[in-house]
Nanobody, 127 residues
Framework: QVQLVESGGGLVQAGGSLRLSCAAS????????MGWFRQAPGKEREFIAG????????LHADSVEGRFTISRDNSKNTMYLQMNSLKPEDSAVYYC????????????????????WGQGTQVTVSS
């Protein structure tokens, strides 16, 4: 069993930055592929960024490419999402997720591929 605890959400003005953290407990963190998703009211959960188990595979959604960056620190069992140049349309609940049993360079983009999820953290960007 893996528990994921997110932090770092909040209210920020457009153009500002936030860094989300997701701390994991349980099995060896380095064995997981990981991802970040978000869900705005009335919308489906959306893939934002993913990283393969090895860390060599990284993918960001077109909507955040160049503004958001996914990273991980295996020594701290923590993954991050650095969000810069935030826009009001980035407002949503953000979720981290991990998956085991993936290939070293595989990045998962479908929510159904992830086994464990954080509780979500609210990000609100004011105009």
């Amino acid at each position: 069993q893996v528990q994921l605890v997110e932090s770092g959400g909040g209210l920020v003005q457009a153009g500002g930055s936030l860094r989300l953290s997701c701390a994991a407990s349980g099995r060896t963190f380095s064995s997981y592929a990981m991802g970040w998703f978000r869900q705005a009211p009335g919308k489906e959960r959306e893939f934002i960024a993913g990283m393969s188990r090895s860390g060599a595979g990284i993918l960001h959604a077109d909507s955040v490419e160049g503004r958001f960056t996914i990273s991980r620190d295996n020594s701290k069992n923590t993954m991050y999402l650095q969000m810069n140049s935030l826009k009001p349309e980035d407002s949503a609940v953000y979720y981290c997720a991990v998956a085991s049993g993936t290939r070293a360079f595989t990045v998962l983009t479908a929510a159904s591929g992830y086994e464990y999820w954080g509780q979500g953290t609210q990000v609100t960007v004011s105009s």
